[in-house]
């Protein structure tokens, strides 16, 4: 993933969050803003609770790299922060895969099978 498609600063997640919609289920919560873009933004939020620091780059590495796999099929006008559960942690990265897209479904950023 590229440098200008995350979303690092404070002010921006707080945008989000504010004017974004959420989506959740068990392991992850999703927040969509649509905006005017060419491509999709990622902000991503894991806490201390999630487990130790080797937990918690693990399931980043999980997110961006389904992110990256369904890039063609996500809205690209969109902004999106995934905020993990601490149930995150002991998945692998098919579980967590699966579980993203189902939220991503409910969220209705990705399309139905």
């Given at each position: 993933m590229n440098k200008h498609q995350?979303?690092?600063k404070n002010k921006e997640f707080q945008q989000i969050f504010k004017k974004g919609k959420s989506f959740a289920?068990?392991?992850?919560?999703?927040?969509?803003l649509k905006v005017e873009q060419p491509e999709f933004r990622l902000g991503l939020s894991v806490s201390k609770k999630v487990g130790n620091a080797v937990a918690r780059n693990r399931v980043k590495r999980y997110i961006r790299q389904t992110f990256l796999e369904l890039k063609d099929d996500l809205?690209?006008?969109?902004?999106?922060?995934?905020?993990?559960?601490?149930?995150?942690?002991?998945?692998?990265?098919?579980?967590?895969?699966?579980?993203?897209?189902?939220?991503?479904?409910?969220?209705?950023?990705?399309?139905?099978?």
């Open positions: 995350r979303i690092k289920n068990r392991q992850f919560i999703v927040y969509v809205l690209p006008n969109a902004d999106y922060i995934i905020i993990a559960r601490p149930q995150a942690a002991t998945m692998d990265f098919h579980e967590s895969k699966k579980s993203l897209e189902h939220v991503l479904r409910i969220a209705r950023a990705l399309p139905k099978k």
